[in-house]
């Protein structure tokens, strides 16, 4: 039987998604609960890894196994045995054919810049950038919109296609923060977080707003801003 899983995850405390060897990584303590749970090995296979420090409102795996039990069951079962910053929402079963990574249509990523500096609770969910003109980040916003080669705001990894298409590019704010929020079907490495640098430079006033189209058209990575950090950015939701 196959399962489809949604989790949740502070990532503060892990090298990333992946089980890695230099460090701890979420899917390797997500296996060690279902281990501990089933006294079976249960591989899970991931929708996509996120990065040292990104958190993740709705990551989605996938995992196969024999035991007939109900999807509460599991979800209770799996939390039980997982530290609290890493959170099971729901199981439910999927079709044999079902995989996490190929068969996401699109994702959604957010990532949050304070207004104020961050305190002792904070600093670990948002970045805070002093002296920023957020409505300059915001006017260049629609640049990112569309069909485009993100080459210039990813650390390229060998055989990934870099042609993406970004559906939306959205700005909210709210009383402590500014939001940036992109819906796009796929993502690449660094990817987000290489266009919010960017964007906090021309913020800060470091770059021309012009930069945004000159770096899509150049697919120039020596232009690109510096990668903004892992904390301010959260996996929101994977749609299929």
Known sequence: MRYMAVVSY???NYQGFQSQTNGL???EVIEKAF???TQTEIKIHSAGRTDKGVHALGQVFHFDSKIDIDCETWVRGVND????DIRVKKVKPVKPDFHARHSAKSKIYRYVIAKKPSTAFSKNYEVYIKNIDIKKMVDVL???IGTHDFLGF???VEGKPTIKTIYKAEFKETKKHYIFQFHGNSFLKYMVRSMIGTLIQIGIGKKEPSIIKEILETKDRHLAGKTAEARGL?????YY
Do not use: N, S
């Not at 045995?81 to 609290?84: F, G």
């Not at 959260?234 to 994977?238: C, G």
């Open 142 to 144: 629609p640049d990112f």
């Open 25 to 27: 990584g979420i899917q």
């Open 234 to 238: 959260f996996l929101v939701k994977i």
């Open 35 to 37: 281990r501990l749970m």
């Open 10 to 12: 502070d990532g503060t």
């Open 81 to 84: 045995r997982l530290p609290l």
């Open 154 to 156: 990813c650390q390229h």
